[in-house]
């Protein structure tokens, strides 16, 4: 596997603002994901983060809400746009070096919103 | 619409103790499933299985995937306090995937 070095770790946002969380894989990789987890549930996929091209979103969440942007095999930013409290999560992105490889992911970032 | 399911929610048990979680799932074309343990925020992977009755083992720990009856276990025997984690069990059916909710164990000296 390789390694995502994801950031912010964590960071405490005002309701309204935007933050962007950014992932940086260590080596080339196919596919890219972001999932959000809210306090005591399981992992959510927010989209998938396509190379030179816009990301697939899941049923529940849009593009202006959930901006990506992937402009190489590398890198990818999620934002989270004009936050509320309901927004307070952990964001994780994701990597697979190929289609038949596991998922790794990043260290996660735990966004609170006051 | 896929679904995986992990049971039990949550689980305590001593030091030493042998646990098995389980992960049962309905999805339309899998690939492979998946296990991954998640002590603070970053799930760290554990196994992937892709073909019925082949046990992947790692230390204490061991995982069997049954595609004829749509589940899979993790085992841990002689556990430990570090092994206290949410474990979540997730299913790749087209280079996504779906989790469960997790299984929450803890593990009491």
């Known amino acids: 596997s390789a390694v995502i070095s994801q950031k912010p770790s964590r960071d405490i946002c005002q309701r309204g603002t935007s933050l962007t969380i950014q992932c940086q894989v260590d080596?080339?990789?196919?596919?890219m994901f972001w999932y959000r987890q809210q306090p005591g549930q399981s992992l959510t996929l927010i989209a998938t983060?396509?190379?030179?091209?816009?990301?697939?979103?899941e049923s529940g969440f849009v593009i202006d809400k959930f901006p990506i942007s992937r402009p190489n095999l590398t890198f990818s930013t999620l934002t989270v746009s004009n936050m509320s409290p309901e927004d307070s999560s952990i964001y994780l992105c994701?990597?697979?070096?190929?289609?038949?490889?596991?998922?790794?992911f990043g260290q996660g970032t735990r966004l609170t919103v006051v | 619409e896929d679904k995986v399911v992990q049971s039990p929610l949550s689980l305590v048990v001593h030091e030493g103790d042998t646990v098995t979680l389980n992960c049962s799932y309905e999805?339309?074309?899998?690939?492979?499933l998946l296990w991954y343990k998640q002590e603070k925020k970053a799930p760290t992977f554990l196994f992937m299985l892709t073909s019925s009755g082949i046990e992947k083992k790692s230390g204490r720990l061991s995982s069997i995937l049954d595609k004829k009856e749509l589940f899979s276990i993790l085992n841990i025997t002689a556990t430990q306090t570090g092994d206290s984690a949410v474990y979540l069990c997730a299913v790749d059916a087209g280079n996504m995937l779906t989790f469960g909710g997790g299984t929450r164990l803890m593990v009491k000296p």
């Open positions: 080596s080339q990789v196919t596919m």
């Open positions: 999805v339309t074309n899998f690939r492979s």
């Open positions: 994701s990597a697979n070096r190929n289609m038949n490889t596991e998922a790794f």
């Open positions: 983060a396509n190379q030179g091209s816009e990301a697939t979103y």
